[in-house]
């Protein structure tokens, strides 16, 4: 991708989130707080123009991109949606190493009845892919927007680990001299 900007805002504040469960395809709304963080994101987006908007269809991302101005001109991306965590989806990071021991890392698995970290990485270098040149934003999830940007820079995906992106939070991808580069990341 030459000449382009891709925007990555992750979704706000969930129940789950806030809890530190894994979230993955569960369908959840946002919290106040949450809502409160969308309306944070669409201070910082006003009067920026983008020539696509990317939004996963889980309801969290579609939710913080409608009270951020965007959802009429959203394209809804089905590749764009979170990991599928398969059994360890509602768990928290504790409660999987009771089970897989303290070593366990969602980047390391297992994550049984779920998808690879490759097959993340996959749908990731799709929407990449399918992104126009110019700016695009894209509102997704944390660990999905973590492994784009692992792909986008040309790193394995369990780079993604390093990272961390809260709720609500802006970044930016493009280039440094001809080079994948993050512009800003995790920014209020």
């Given at each position: 991708m030459t000449n382009s900007e891709l925007w990555l805002v992750r979704h706000g504040e969930t129940a789950w989130s806030l809890t530190g469960q894994h979230t993955g395809r569960t369908d959840l709304a946002l919290t106040e707080k949450g809502?409160?963080?969308?309306?944070?994101?669409?201070?910082?987006?006003?009067?920026?123009?983008?020539?696509?908007?990317?939004?996963?269809?889980?309801?969290?991302?579609r939710e913080t991109c409608e009270i951020a101005g965007f959802s009429a001109q959203a394209r809804i991306e089905p590749n764009a949606m979170e990991w599928d965590y398969g059994d360890l989806n509602g768990l928290t990071r504790a409660q999987i190493k009771e089970i897989y021991g303290p070593d366990w890392t969602i980047w390391q698995g297992p994550v049984p009845g779920g998808e690879t970290l490759e097959e993340v990485a996959i749908r990731a270098r799709r929407v990449l892919e399918s992104a126009p040149k110019g700016r695009t934003v894209i509102f997704a999830h944390g660990h999905f927007l973590r492994i784009l940007t692992a792909v986008h820079l040309g790193l394995p995906p369990a780079a993604a680990r390093h990272f961390a992106l809260a709720t609500a939070k802006l970044s930016i991808l493009g280039e440094d001299y001809g080079h994948p580069a993050i512009v800003r990341w995790n920014c209020a």
């Open positions: 809502r409160h963080e969308a309306r944070a994101v669409a201070g910082r987006l006003a009067g920026i123009h983008f020539d696509e908007v990317i939004v996963s269809p889980l309801r969290r991302a």
